[in-house]
């Protein structure tokens, strides 16, 4: 695991210096702490930071094939090199190290820019092809690890994070108003955008190469659309498939040189794999969880059942408000806004983690998977109203924001749940009834808050999240319901939002997250069933997965709803987080920035401190916007 950057000058004969490479590197050194690399051939440049977590003593990057007319930098982990490796040795490769980095280049040789189709695992990597002068830039199936380039008239920059390779020379950091307007509603900026209108992101499963001035980006991989349901099977057979092959995924994730744990939330997917684990280790595992002093928000209890069970070294620890103190050092980390408040336990577990193990497991593409967010029953509930007249869904809203929320927003509860079904009634398409069960702010309110400034910046691209979303519902006619918005969560939440959030957590602490519910193996498998195996009736989730491993999860296991890793922000932006928030938000510096107007953006925390409405998602998306600004943009003004 590291992280890694490059420079190619296409356009002329501009060497690429160390020292040019090292100013991206040295903002990169927490992805990997163990080791740096170079290798700079006149205006060519890799480079890379190393967590070592295989091969230890051989694994240093930059690696080449034999004779030196390839070189790869490589932030990841590739399960089956071993089995690659040995196809290529008896195909006369030859190696030096037992790295899977070497294994990459030299399938590079036979496969060409093909090569990531054979990979099992995740992975960006970036390879300098000498012979043909061709730059390729990869990235794995499901979005794990982030790639992100600037290409301007002669030269491209490519790193691990935004932030280091915004300050490389010739990218320009102009401030995207579409980004913006996209990060509003759905809490994070979705590729191929970033903040910046000079930087993009490479997308999941895709590969780029740059080859004689020319720029191309083809996707090698997708979810197994039109496919037929394998629901035909007997039940007891699907169950040993989901099974066998979860059980596979985690085994293969196993393989380490260094310690190695697990988070455990108390959810379904992470007590599977921490059940799994167990079967397959010859010593306690260990185990990590993370909780709040709110119980509400708190499901320590649910982590100690599971711990005790398979008898795990369990640690716990509690984050309270004070630690948003955290706040600039993860907006530094994410280098453009990112309003999922998840992050902040997140970056808390995986530093509590960081203190006994490298390598840690976790859950994460279990609900995608398997259908288990409570949003989906929701849609499912409510889509058969979605066609009901405008005035009885405008009637249906406005019931949905009259619903009274004073008891700090906890998560799922009855007022929770009847809200979620209110507003998925909304939507006459399905794009729009989903954007509405997952926005932070709906379109009519967010137009409101927004400057008329703001708005003529955007043009005629204002609200590029409903277009977006609109995009990926095309290509999945023929699908059910289900599938068709676990799809869409596969190819925008997931990779965007969940993916880009352990990522940051985990490097940010120099930890290594592996997800055995991603192996693309287990993906597939479960694409394959259709929604009725995953949602029995209306509350019923994930039900093919409870039933495949009823006999290793703790009854109340079994039994409990979805909770999210969610923060009791409503309490805090009433306690303490109040003047954190002010002093930042209504500052004379905010809100001369132009993005939104003045009163709706008071009214909008007056609305919260009275109780009238909890506000406490689109406040903290307000503020991760305004410490973003304060942390890259201080002077920024709109216009």
Not at 235 to 263: C, N, Y
Not at 274 to 301: C, Q
Not at 317 to 326: G, I, K, L, P, W
Not at 432 to 456: C, G, H, I, M, Q
Request: charged share 25%; net charge neutral.
């Amino acid at each position: 695991m590291c992280g890694i950057c490059g420079r190619y000058n296409f356009g002329s004969t501009e060497p690429v210096t160390r020292e040019e490479l090292k100013a991206m590197n040295d903002g990169l050194v927490h992805r990997g702490p163990d080791d740096e690399g170079y290798f700079a051939q006149d205006n060519i440049g890799l480079a890379m930071r190393r967590l070592s977590i295989i091969d230890l003593s051989t694994g240093h990057q930059p690696i080449s094939n034999e004779d030196g007319s390839a070189w790869i930098v490589f932030n990841g982990e590739i399960y089956n090199f071993e089995e690659l490796r040995a196809d290529l040795l008896a195909r006369g490769h030859k190696f030096r190290t037992r790295s899977d980095t070497e294994t990459i280049i030299h399938l590079y040789e036979e496969k060409g820019t093909d090569f990531p189709r054979y990979l099992r695992g995740m992975f960006a990597i970036a390879i300098w092809d000498a012979r043909r002068k061709r730059l390729v830039l990869a990235r794995d199936r499901m979005g794990k690890k982030p790639l992100f380039y600037a290409q301007g008239r002669d030269f491209i920059a490519f790193a691990s994070e935004l932030a280091p390779l915004a300050a490389a020379r010739g990218v320009s950091r102009e401030v995207e108003p579409l980004a913006v307007d996209a990060f509003l509603t759905l809490q994070y900026v979705p590729s191929p955008m970033t903040v910046y209108k000079g930087a993009r992101k490479l997308e999941p499963a895709s590969v780029m190469t740059l080859q004689d001035g020319k720029t191309e980006i083809s996707k090698y991989w997708d979810l197994p659309l039109g496919k037929e349901k394998l629901d035909y099977l007997p039940l007891g057979e699907i169950k040993d498939m989901v099974r066998q092959e979860l059980s596979e995924a985690t085994r293969l994730r196993l393989i380490s040189e260094v310690p190695l744990g697990a988070f455990l939330s108390g959810g379904i997917d992470s007590s599977i794999i921490v059940a799994l684990m167990a079967r397959a280790s010859a010593g306690p595992v260990k185990t990590f969880a993370i909780g709040f002093k709110e119980e509400a928000f708190s499901e320590l209890g649910y982590a100690a059942r599971v711990a005790k069970m398979y008898g795990t070294q369990h640690t716990e620890f509690t984050v309270e408000a004070d630690m948003a103190s955290v706040l600039p050092t993860l907006v530094r980390h994410y280098g453009e806004p990112y309003a999922d408040s998840s992050a902040l336990p997140s970056y808390f577990v995986s530093r509590e983690t960081r203190r006994a193990v490298t390598v840690a497991l976790n859950g994460d593409g279990g609900d995608e998977a398997f259908g288990g967010y409570m949003r989906y029953s929701a849609m499912k509930a409510a889509w058969p109203f979605s066609r009901l007249p405008a005035p009885l869904k405008r009637a249906g809203l406005a019931l949905a924001d009259l619903l009274p929320d004073r008891g700090g927003g906890a998560p799922y509860n009855t007022i929770w749940r009847a809200r979620k079904f209110l507003q998925a009634t909304l939507g006459g398409t399905l794009p729009s009834t989903y954007l509405a069960t997952v926005s932070f702010f709906k379109t009519p309110e967010k137009n409101a808050l927004l400057s008329d400034a703001f708005r003529n910046s955007c043009g005629r691209g204002l609200d590029y999240a409903e277009r977006y979303m609109a995009g990926l519902f095309e290509k999945t006619e023929g699908e059910d319901l289900l599938n068709r918005i676990i799809y869409a969560d596969y190819h925008s939440y997931l990779p965007e939002c969940l993916m880009t959030k352990m990522d940051i957590a985990s490097m940010a602490n120099s930890l290594e997250a592996r997800s055995p519910f991603l192996d693309h193996k287990v993906v597939e498998l479960a694409f394959r069933l259709s929604g009725r195996l995953k949602i029995k009736g209306f509350r019923g989730t994930k039900w093919i997965l409870r039933e495949a491993f009823r006999d290793m999860l703790p009854p109340e296991i079994y039994g409990r709803g979805k909770m999210g890793f969610g923060i009791p922000l409503g309490q805090w932006f009433r306690g303490d987080l109040k003047g954190f928030w002010a002093e930042n938000c209504l500052s004379e510096k905010a809100l001369g920035r132009g993005y939104f107007k003045k009163e709706e953006l008071f009214r909008l925390w007056d609305d919260h401190q009275t109780g009238r409405r909890d506000n406490g998602y689109r406040l903290w998306a307000v503020m991760m916007l305004e410490l973003w600004h304060r942390e890259f943009a201080d002077s920024f003004r709109l216009g």
